[in-house]
């Protein structure tokens, strides 16, 4: 059976990865910063198939060699593991370096060291692909935004945008400059909203994406409600999307990963349908703002399932986020 290793297996993303992968009877290590965290994990999972190693710096050389050298069975690499702050002190330092080298160390290892591995999995984002420069662009699958490094430097917002295109890029620049031995494909997901893969992680302050919806449960009359539009998806879409990229040939593949656009205030708009004994304040219900424009039919097409909608992914969120909040 496939072994799977999986980077920042802690993640939101991540752990939805792991938990369908192992549904589905794979075999997966996954990259922890610490044993405490690995342990945990291995108590959520509760799988025989489920080990971990640790890897506290994915940005240092070598950071992954001496786990593909110690797990030859491994044949595919889901690289999820990536900063994700809009704020960082030094957005270089912080953000844009740690990505940049984190994807080079694990190309490098899986070229020195993976000989066994047929497929190369990159979680990116839909920044690397929509251009925050040029407002009215579509975003598709063959498109990048137009941030330069020089420019993010001291930016934390185009940091991140710059983050996620250079550590794409270096990976699509790899496979095509060396004579590698395994298929590459990236998963680009916009917002990601839906449950956390366990119920107890649905506590307290959550993951950027998902504290942006839950964090209106508790909004109070006069607090502001954002009605900027950008795209979001289902992070069981993602996790699925992730394995059928394990099963399937989605060789030289982008995967543009949104169902469809979302607000603050239309989540809001939802919550309150959904929820109404929360009694929130409606925000500022007839204000409307663009949709960010994208074009991902070639995605759809490929995968060919239904993408989970906006108020059935706010819905489940908030449902598991409110039950936990109680206990």
């Not at 589905?24 to 996954?30: A, D």
């Not at 997901?189 to 506590?203: H, I, L, S």
């Not at 699925?240 to 982008?254: P, T």
């Amino acid at each position: 059976m496939t072994t799977i290793f999986i980077s920042g297996a802690t993640g939101y993303v991540a752990q939805h990865i792991i938990k369908l992968s192992l549904s589905k009877g794979y075999f997966v290590i996954g990259s922890v910063r610490s044993a405490a965290k690995g342990e945990r994990l291995r108590q959520l999972f509760n799988s025989e198939k489920f080990t971990y190693e640790i890897a506290e710096k994915l940005e240092n050389p070598g950071a992954f060699n001496q786990v593909l050298q110690k797990h030859p069975e491994i044949s595919v690499f889901i690289h999820t593991a990536s900063p994700v702050t809009m704020n960082a002190k030094d957005p270089e330092k912080d953000t844009m370096i740690p990505a940049l080298e984190g994807s080079k160390n694990a190309l490098n290892a899986i070229y020195e060291f993976g000989h066994n591995i047929k497929k190369v999995i990159l979680t990116s984002s839909y920044v690397a692909l929509s251009d925050l420069l040029t407002p009215g662009r579509t975003a598709t699958e063959s498109t990048w935004n137009s941030v330069t490094w020089e420019m993010a430097k001291a930016d934390g917002r185009l940091a991140y945008h710059a983050s996620k295109k250079y550590a794409e890029k270096v990976a699509w620049d790899f496979v095509k400059d060396k004579n590698v031995g395994f298929e590459f494909t990236s998963i680009n997901p916009a917002y990601v909203f839906g449950p956390q893969a366990f119920d107890e992680d649905a506590k307290g302050t959550l993951n950027l994406s998902a504290e942006m919806i839950c964090s209106l449960t508790r909004l109070k009359e006069g607090d502001e409600v954002a009605t900027k539009r950008r795209p979001f998806i289902d992070v069981r879409d993602v996790a699925k999307a992730h394995v059928l990229a394990v099963e399937r040939d989605f060789a030289g593949k982008r995967l543009l990963m949104a169902e469809s656009n979302f607000s603050q205030q239309l989540a809001l708009n939802i919550i309150r349908k959904q929820f109404s004994h929360l009694n929130l304040p409606p925000g500022n219900p007839d204000a409307d703002g663009k949709d960010d424009l994208f074009d991902n039919s070639k995605t759809r097409q490929l995968l060919g399932f239904e993408f989970i909608d906006l108020e059935t992914s706010i819905r489940d969120m908030v449902t598991q986020y409110l039950k936990n909040e109680q206990l």
